[in-house]
């Protein structure tokens, strides 16, 4: 069991998968996160009863029965701490003197069964359970929050299940398209969810808030990367009067684009903005964290704010888009409008990560076009 687990190669060997389901899952993972095997069950590609039974099959290691997860006792639960369960993603059903029982995703993570064994003094015994179930024994006997996209996954949903997301959450949605569970921000800004109904902003409504749905759709289309810093400005578009996107120059951020009125699109076109140590714009390289308020007081950033037509007073939005741990866009919003709270800054920072995961993929996509053809 040393072996790193590769249950997609698995499932396509076994003639469960095509090629091609693998390659969606796997994509779906690279933009929406979670393990291989939760996406597969969120296409509909395998069922998550039969993706544990394939699993214990293949590792040799017994399913865990998910009844047994629905009263654990106290007891069992405090043999390992908190800081371990929700490292590991690991969760204790069932002891005895010697043993202990222990649900977990992945058992090949021996790393994982080591130190639970170290630390409840208890040899352990590592049973298969689906990923989704464990988050749901973490949230409840730990008081782990489960991550944003399994919020809504209806575990007692009898039919296989595809992705859909809305609002930056994954949902449940019948093979027969019923749209069930569409958040009222997709309702209210016209995202919409099936086959036969188009998804994306009317023309006419160019101000509307966009859905993280609409977000993903238009980053999946993106063929170049001024696309990606199309959707970026455009998402802002409800929330702030004036944007920008900055990109790294050797030691200086540049503005490739800019929204708002004509004064300040003649003051942002081709403006160069230098980091300096004691400005903002150092802050965030370093910290790669975003900034949301007015600027701190010093000349470097009296001069940045001269330089947007912004005053001291003036409250800026600066967001990191990170590649590589590597800051390498920003976005600058500034004068909120109404839509604005404090609530929506996390909806940017989702933003972002989804973009940087966009810019990443074109980036791979030109490497590839001038790798040189040995076929030849």
């Given at each position: 069991?040393?072996?790193?687990?590769?249950?997609?190669?698995?499932?396509v060997?076994?003639?469960?998968?095509?090629?091609a389901q693998l390659e969606e899952a796997l994509n779906a993972q690279l933009i929406y996160g979670g393990k291989l095997g939760t996406n597969l069950v969120e296409h509909g590609f395998v069922t998550e009863e039969f993706l544990t039974s394939f699993l214990s099959k293949q590792c040799n290691v017994p399913a865990v029965d998910t009844e047994k997860l629905n009263d654990i006792p106290q007891e069992v639960i405090d043999s390992i701490p908190r800081e371990l369960a929700e490292r590991h993603k690991v969760v204790p059903f069932r002891k005895d003197k010697r043993r202990l029982d222990l649900a977990l995703i992945d058992p090949t993570n021996l790393k994982a069964i080591d130190e639970v064994a170290f630390k409840s003094g208890r040899m352990v015994r590592p049973h298969v359970a689906a990923e989704v179930a464990i988050l749901r024994c973490l949230e409840r006997y730990y008081q782990i929050p489960k991550p944003r996209r399994y919020i809504h996954i209806d575990l007692d949903h009898k039919e296989p299940a595809r992705l859909d997301v809305s609002a930056g959450l994954a949902l449940p949605v019948a093979p027969t398209h019923e749209i069930r569970g569409i958040d009222e921000q997709t309702q209210r800004s016209g995202g919409t969810i099936g086959d036969?109904?188009?998804?994306?902003?009317?023309d006419a409504f160019p101000d509307r808030p966009m859905t993280m749905l609409q977000v993903v759709c238009e980053l999946q289309a993106?063929?170049?990367n001024r696309e990606v810093i199309d959707v970026i400005l455009r998402f802002g578009r409800p929330f702030f009067s004036h944007r920008s996107?900055?990109?790294?120059?050797?030691?200086?951020?540049?503005?490739?684009?800019?929204?708002g009125d004509r004064a300040y699109l003649e003051r942002t076109k081709k403006l160069s903005v230098p980091i300096e140590e004691a400005n903002v714009l150092h802050s965030i390289v370093t910290s790669r964290h975003y900034h949301l308020g007015t600027l701190p007081a010093n000349p470097e950033n009296f001069h940045i704010l001269e330089q947007f037509g912004e005053q001291p007073s003036s409250v800026l939005l600066l967001?990191?888009?990170?590649?590589?741990?590597?800051?390498e866009l920003i976005l600058c919003a500034s004068r909120s409008t109404q839509n604005?709270?404090?609530?929506?800054?996390?909806?940017?920072?989702?933003?972002?990560?989804?973009?940087?995961?966009?810019?990443?993929?074109l980036l791979l996509k030109t490497r590839l076009r001038l790798l040189p053809d040995d076929s030849h």
């Open positions: 069991m040393s072996k790193k687990l590769r249950i997609g190669e698995l499932l060997k076994a003639g469960i998968l095509s090629r036969d109904i188009p998804i994306g902003l009317p993106a063929e170049k996107v900055l990109t790294l120059r050797a030691d200086a951020f540049e503005v490739v684009a800019s929204e967001l990191p888009l990170l590649s590589n741990q590597r800051v604005f709270t404090l609530d929506h800054v996390r909806q940017f920072q989702m933003l972002m990560e989804k973009a940087s995961l966009a810019h990443q993929i």
